[in-house]
C-alpha cells in the first residue's frame, strides 16, 4: 500500500472517530442540560419530552447517513485507487510485455539480419568457388586446346618432316641407284668385254645363239655355268662355256652392295655378234 493511501485510510479512521465523539458529547449534553425532575413530570407534559428524543434520533439517522456516505466514500476512493493501481499494473505489465515483445522482434530481426548476410556471404562464397571452378575449367579447356594444338602443329611438323625425309631419302636412293645403275652398267661392260676377249667363233647366223646362267664368287671367280638355251650346236656351246671359265676371276666391284648384282646373271653369246647381257 502506497503513503497516499495510507494518508487517506488514517483519515478515514480519524473522520469515523470524530463522528462517534461528536455524538456521544452531543448525548451527554442533552442528558446534563435536561433535569431530572422532568422526567417525573405528568402525563400532560409528555409531550414534551418526546420531542427532544425525536430530535436526537433524527440527529443520529442524520449521523449515521454521513457515516454511510463517508463508508460509501471511502469504498470509492479505495474502490477507485485500486482500479486505478490494477490500470497501472496492466499498463506496466503491458508496457513490460510491449518492451518484451520489442526485444524480442529486435533480437529476432538481428537473428535474421546475421541470418541474411550469412547467407549472402555463403552465396557470394558458393559463386566466387563456382566461378573459380568456371576460370579452372576454361584454363584447362584453354591448356588443352593450346596442347592439343601444339601436338597437332607437332604432329604435322612430324609428318612434314617425314614427308620431307622420305621425299629426300627417296631423291637420293633415286640418285644412288641410278649411280649404281652407271656403276653396275659400268661393271657389267667389264665383265662382258673380258668374257667377250676369250670369245672366238666364225660368224654364221645372227639368229644362232647360246645362253647360260653364270654364277661368281666375291672375287670374281666362277662357281658354275648353267647352260640356259643352247645354240643347236654343241661346238658352239662348248667354246661359249670355255670363254666364260677362260676369263675367270672376272673383274666384278669389290663393295658388296654392288657385287650382289653380279652374283648370278645371264649371258647371251651369239657367233660374230659379240656378248651381251640377257
Known amino acids: ?4 493511501e495510507v494518508s487517506d485510510h488514517k483519515y478515514g479512521i480519524s473522520l469515523f472517530i470524530a463522528v462517534i465523539v461528536h455524538v456521544g458529547l452531543l448525548s451527554f449534553l442533552f442528558f446534563e442540560i435536561m433535569p431530572v425532575k422532568q422526567y417525573r413530570f405528568k402525563q400532560a407534559s409528555t409531550k414534551l419530552v418526546a420531542e427532544p428524543i425525536k430530535a436526537v434520533a433524527v440527529d443520529e439517522k442524520v449521523i449515521d447517513q454521513q457515516i454511510a456516505a463517508i463508508h460509501k466514500r471511502e469504498a470509492d476512493i479505495k474502490a477507485a485507487k485500486l482500479r486505478k493501481i490494477e490500470a497501472e499494473r496492466r499498463h506496466a505489465l503491458a508496457l ?8 524480442r522482434r529486435i533480437a529476432e530481426l538481428k537473428a535474421r539480419q546475421v541470418a541474411l548476410k550469412k547467407a549472402r556471404i555463403a552465396q557470394a ?30 604432329a604435322l611438323q612430324d609428318k612434314l618432316f617425314k614427308q620431307q625425309l622420305a621425299a629426300e631419302r627417296q631423291l637420293l636412293a633415286k640418285q644412288h641407284a641410278e649411280q649404281m645403275r652407271g656403276v653396275i652398267n659400268k661393271y657389267r661392260a667389264i665383265v662382258l668385254h673380258a668374257i667377250e676377249l676369250n670369245w672366238h667363233f666364225p660368224k654364221q647366223n645372227d639368229n644362232i645363239f647360246c645362253q647360260y ?4 664368287a666375291p672375287g670374281g671367280e666362277v662357281l658354275s655355268l648353267d647352260l640356259v638355251k643352247s645354240s643347236g650346236s654343241s661346238a658352239l656351246d662348248r667354246l661359249a662355256k670355255v670363254a666364260i671359265l677362260k676369263s675367270s676371276p672376272l673383274p666384278v666391284p669389290k663393295d658388296p652392295a ?3 648384282q653380279f ?3 645371264r649371258i647371251k653369246m651369239a657367233p660374230g655378234g659379240g656378248v651381251k647381257g640377257a
Open 125 to 154: 562464397q558458393a559463386q566466387a568457388k563456382a566461378k573459380a571452378r568456371q576460370r579452372a575449367i576454361e584454363k584447362q579447356k584453354h591448356q588443352l586446346k593450346l596442347e592439343n594444338l601444339a601436338k597437332q602443329q607437332k
Open 96 to 103: 513490460k510485455r510491449q518492451k518484451i515483445e520489442k526485444k
Open 1 to 4: 500500500m502506497s503513503r497516499r
Open 258 to 260: 654392288l657385287f650382289d
Open 263 to 265: 652374283r648370278q646373271f
Open 213 to 216: 646362267l653364270v654364277r661368281l
